[in-house]
């Protein structure tokens, strides 16, 4: 098993960070402050349109970062006498095998929002709101949970504890019966609500409110903290998962960031047909399944580094087939899973 040597050391590349960053940021703004300023319900044509709008910006960035990687790589002295070719290849295998995990563990996150919503009835106009800021928050909470991995990662125990706890949690997906969701029983919204009183009724898209000199805040915000719980809960799974596929943080990083800025389109794209993929859990679980045993085992067994190529088609497969089921294989009780 050769030393690993860190192809974007952030000493060298803290600015690529930076300006990934800046560029973020500014799509963020120009799709709230410009796209969707006036509160409206997001149909299924614009949602569709908006995903494949960042769907194609990560498959282009990705592009990028491999042209990138072409030319950089051989101007490096520490990549000597390296097959420059393959390791930009490699790159940009897993930076397209990281999007689509996390892609797919995203969709998890929908079942989840829909139930929420429902519980707090929110209605669709107010829903982008929630969940931009929502994602917002989750992309401060993705770079701590990423920068935490990345220094973990370093030890080797680490590797076996995340991949055991992949194996386990994508097991618990398999077998485990699911849970109801209950909000109020959060500990952290249950704190919400004796720091702050809560309005009883939703005051338009906003999340504060002062009244009689007292501040409240308002149903939207108690649903605003909940999603964000949720995220952080889903982070727990997703970090370890993509960080089992490649050990550069800034191609995690990137990924991620590219994964979640889409959730918002792809949530009002699915979200009335989210039953219809019954079968997708048992897809993510296998998957979460096999990216644990590539930590622990997989990458020993074949020399230190599983095939990035296998994964993309092993992963892909997996969730592919999981939704092809899930449309053909009639549900429980004779009725059609598509119908």
Aim: hydrophobic share 55%.
């Amino acid at each position: 098993m050769t030393d690993y040597i860190p192809l974007f050391p952030f000493a060298d590349y803290w600015w690529f960070y930076g300006l990934f960053t800046l560029f973020v940021l500014a799509l963020l703004a120009l799709d709230l402050g410009v796209f969707h300023r006036e509160a409206h319900v997001v149909g299924f044509r614009e949602s569709a349109a908006w995903s494949a709008v960042w769907i194609s910006l990560a498959l282009v960035f990705g592009y990028g970062l491999y042209q990138y990687a072409l030319h950089q790589f051989p101007l490096d002295p520490r990549l000597a006498g390296l097959d420059h070719a393959a390791l930009a290849r490699q790159t940009g295998l897993e930076y397209l095998t990281g999007f689509l995990v996390e892609k797919s563990l995203s969709v998890d996150n929908i079942f989840v929002f829909v139930v929420v919503f429902g519980y707090f009835a929110i209605p669709p106009q107010y829903q982008h709101r929630v969940l931009f800021f929502g994602i917002l928050g989750a992309l401060v909470f993705r770079i701590i949970f990423i920068s935490l991995g990345a220094v973990l990662m370093q030890f080797h125990w680490v590797i076996w504890v995340f991949g055991a706890f992949l194996i386990l949690t994508g097991i618990k997906l398999l077998f485990a019966p699911e849970k109801p969701i209950e909000p109020e029983k959060n500990p952290v919204i249950r704190l919400l609500r004796r720091v702050l009183p809560v309005t009883p009724r939703l005051e338009g898209q906003r999340f504060l409110l002062r009244k009689d000199g007292v501040l409240h805040a308002t149903p939207l915000l108690v649903c605003l903290v909940f999603v964000e719980l949720t995220d952080i809960v889903f982070a727990v799974d997703s970090v370890p998962a993509i960080f089992a596929l490649t050990k550069e943080p800034l191609v995690v990083f990137t990924s991620n960031v590219f994964a979640i800025l889409g959730l918002r389109a792809l949530f009002f794209m699915l979200a009335g047909v989210m039953h219809r993929f019954r079968l997708l859990k048992y897809g993510l679980g296998l998957v979460l399944v096999f990216v644990g045993l590539k930590m622990v085992w997989l990458n020993e067994a074949f020399g230190g580094k599983f095939p990035i190529s296998w994964s993309l088609g092993i992963i892909g497969g997996v969730i592919g087939a999981s939704v092809l089921l899930s449309l053909l294989v009639p549900a429980r009780g004779g009725k059609p899973a598509a119908g």
